[in-house]
Structures are given as structure tokens and as C-alpha cells.
């Protein structure tokens, strides 16, 4: 598949509901149960609040945003959480994740975080361990009692 030419810019507090569509799309794209996506919905839902205070950027293809990221701090001084990171289902494969990727960890470093850590679909464990994370433990799921994913992590 060819790459696609993209910029990477701050996301606006007014492309929340742009973005939390793009979360349910590329996490639909797994084929995930109808109903398991609607108790995921609260979770792949962008809050414009949270936009305004956490760094947050988007990809930029043309007129398109096929791609996002968003990260917090988290209890140690020197991590923070990779939040989401959701590709447009039809980018996927086009360098859009790597791109996005690569930026957050160069924001992360630049923010002073000495590593990045978050739970990890299992569809993009692959995708995270040829970045250079590593897994680095087990997460159980909040709203699927039963459901354990992957523990990532990325030095910085």
C-alpha cells in the first residue's frame, strides 16, 4: 500500500465528535461485537475539556484527519499514557500510526517523560512491538469483566 503525505497539528477542542468517531470506526474495524463497541463507546469518546488540556494531535491528509492521539500523565513523574491512538480504518497501513506514533513519543520526550506506557488492543500489539515498545504486563478491562489486553510501554 502506498504511504500517504500527512502533517501532524494540535488537535481543536471542536473536533472532539470527529474524533470520537474515528475512535469507534478504526476500533470497529476489527470486527468486534455491535454490543461490545456500544460498552466501549464511553471509553472512545473525546471530551473537548480534555482536548484543551492534554496534548492531543491529529493527522492531517488533504481535508481528512485519518488519525489521532492523545496523552496523559500518569501516577509516576516520569510517564505519561498514550491515551488513544486511532487510525482511519481506510489509513491503516499507509504510515498514518507510525507517523502518530513517533510524534507522541517525540512530544512525550519533549514534555520530559522518560517512558510512554498504555493498554494495547490486541489487534495492534504487532503494530506497537515493530515501533519498539515492549509488553511489559497485563491490563484487565473496566467495562468487560473477563477481558485482559496487553500492558505496553516505550522508552524514551
Sequence with gaps: MPSTTISIRQARADEAGLL????FRSKAHWGYPRDWLERWRPELTVDPRTLEAAPTFVA????S???FYLLTPTSRADACELDFLFVEPTAIGR???QAL????CTTARGLGY?????GSDPHADGFYLRMGARTIGERLSST???RVTAEMAMAL
Excluded: N, T
Excluded at 492531517?60 to 481535508?63: I, K, T, W
Excluded at 522518560?114 to 498504555?118: A, E, L, N, P, T
Design 95 to 97: 504510515g498514518v500510526g
Design 65 to 67: 484527519l485519518p488519525g
Design 20 to 23: 470520537s468517531d474515528l475512535a
Design 144 to 146: 468487560m469483566p473477563g
Design 114 to 118: 522518560r517512558s510512554m506506557v498504555w
Design 101 to 104: 506514533f513517533e510524534h507522541a
Design 60 to 63: 492531517v491528509a488533504e481535508s
